[in-house]
Structures are given as structure tokens and as C-alpha cells.
């Protein structure tokens, strides 16, 4: 079975930390993908990776970049995490080319 | 911009009944179309794919049906139970990898 982990399922940060999300999955996929899920706003694509070192903005990249130095990890970060980034973030990998694979998902508050 | 609509945004439902959740997008030129169950407080799972060139996908007591030229989509459940409550996601991919997401349907059945 397919399996991506996520570093955190809870995590509570406070206004102008840096804070990192870290996903990993152990199927050797190219893409990877982070979200954020919010109420109302269903989830939103925040950046993706097709390849390690390589990356694309998603919908809503603002406040965010990431890292992608090894195929199985990619990491998402917020510079100066702020509180309207309070959020369910989720990690995802893709194996080619239909099957989105998601990690259960961190949750963030930040004060 | 693909635009993703789920309706009912909530159904309650007693257990044995057969319901519809409804998935409808803007953009017909869609690769794909799945459907994922999130349990709360977790990822997403998914459930069916439905390919672009197919009608339907059946899978246990799921059955998803897609009608591209009318950009819309349904999943029914056959006699519900409880463990089938859960949050579900409408999910159309066009080009590239990334997914387009509804909002959601919560679906609650009761004992």
C-alpha cells in the first residue's frame, strides 16, 4: 500500500515563526502536491512538485514556499506564519497518471 | 477557471436508504473525475475514477456516473449504513495533474 506521512497531525505556532510541514511517501512518485482545507473554502492547491528541485505555484502560493530536495519528501513553509494561516493542510503524491494519494493531514493553529 | 459544485451541502439520511450526491463543474474539457471520502479530522480516500471517455464507475454499493456534456456527475450509495457517514469530495482534473475540489457533501446516516 501506498502510504505518505506528514510530520504532525496537531501543531500550534505562533504569529511570525517559521514554521515547516514535512511530507513523505514511499512509493518513488514524481509529483507531489500540498492543500489547505478550510470551511466553506473547500481545499485549495497551494504548490505541487513535479520533480525534485522542481516546483509550480498552485492557487493560493502567497505566504508559502516549499522544498523539494529528495523525491520522497517535500516540504511545505510558512516564512512568518500568520494567523489566517490557520488551516488543515494536506499532503498528497501522485501516481501517474490518475491516483492522488493524500497523508492524513496536519492541522495548524497559529496565535 | 474550472469551478467544482456539490449539492446538498449536508444530508442526513436513515440507515437503508439509497441517496444521490450531486457533483456539477463549468468546464465540460475535463481528463478525469473521482470521487474521495474524508473521515473527519483525517485525509482523503479515494473512491472511484471516472475517465473522461467512461459513463459510470461501480465499486461495492457505490456506482458514480459522469455526463461530460453537461458538466455534471452523480454518486449513489446503495443502502446506507452508518459507517458511510463521512464527508464527500467531487474532484475534476483537467489539464495537468492538479485537482479541481468541491466543496463537499457531509453525509450523516443514522441508526
Known amino acids: 500500500d501506498v502510504k505518505v506521512t506528514q510530520s504532525s497531525r496537531y501543531l500550534v505556532k505562533r504569529t511570525g515563526e517559521k514554521v515547516f510541514l514535512e511530507c513523505v511517501q514511499d512509493m518513488d512518485h514524481e509529483n507531489m502536491f500540498w492543500y489547505r482545507q478550510d470551511p466553506g473554502l473547500g481545499l485549495r492547491l497551494i504548490y505541487f512538485s513535479y520533480d525534485v528541485k522542481m516546483k509550480e505555484k498552485g492557487d493560493i502560493p502567497e505566504g508559502y514556499s516549499v522544498s523539494r530536495e529528495k523525491k520522497e519528501r517535500f516540504s511545505l513553509i510558512l516564512e512568518s506564519a500568520s494567523t489566517n494561516q490557520t488551516s488543515m493542510y494536506l499532503c498528497a503524491s501522485l501516481q501517474v497518471p490518475d491516483t492522488q494519494y493524500f497523508g492524513p493531514g496536519t492541522r495548524l493553529t497559529v496565535l | 477557471k474550472q469551478e467544482v459544485t456539490q449539492i446538498p451541502a449536508a444530508l442526513s439520511v436513515p440507515e437503508g436508504e439509497n441517496l444521490v450526491l450531486n457533483c456539477s463543474f463549468t468546464?465540460?474539457?475535463?481528463?478525469?473525475l473521482q470521487w474521495f471520502r474524508q473521515d473527519p479530522g483525517k485525509g482523503l480516500t479515494s473512491l472511484l475514477l471516472?475517465?473522461?471517455?467512461?459513463r459510470e464507475q461501480t465499486s461495492g454499493r457505490l456506482n458514480a456516473s459522469l455526463d461530460k456534456s453537461s458538466g455534471r456527475s452523480t454518486l449513489y450509495i446503495a443502502a446506507s449504513q452508518p459507517g458511510d457517514s463521512a464527508t464527500y469530495l467531487c474532484?475534476?482534473?483537467?489539464?495537468?495533474?492538479?485537482?479541481?475540489f468541491g466543496k463537499g457533501t457531509s453525509l450523516l446516516v443514522t441508526p
Open positions: 474532484a475534476v482534473k483537467n489539464s495537468g495533474y492538479a485537482l479541481n
Open positions: 471516472i475517465q473522461s471517455s467512461q
Open positions: 468546464d465540460s474539457a475535463i481528463y478525469n
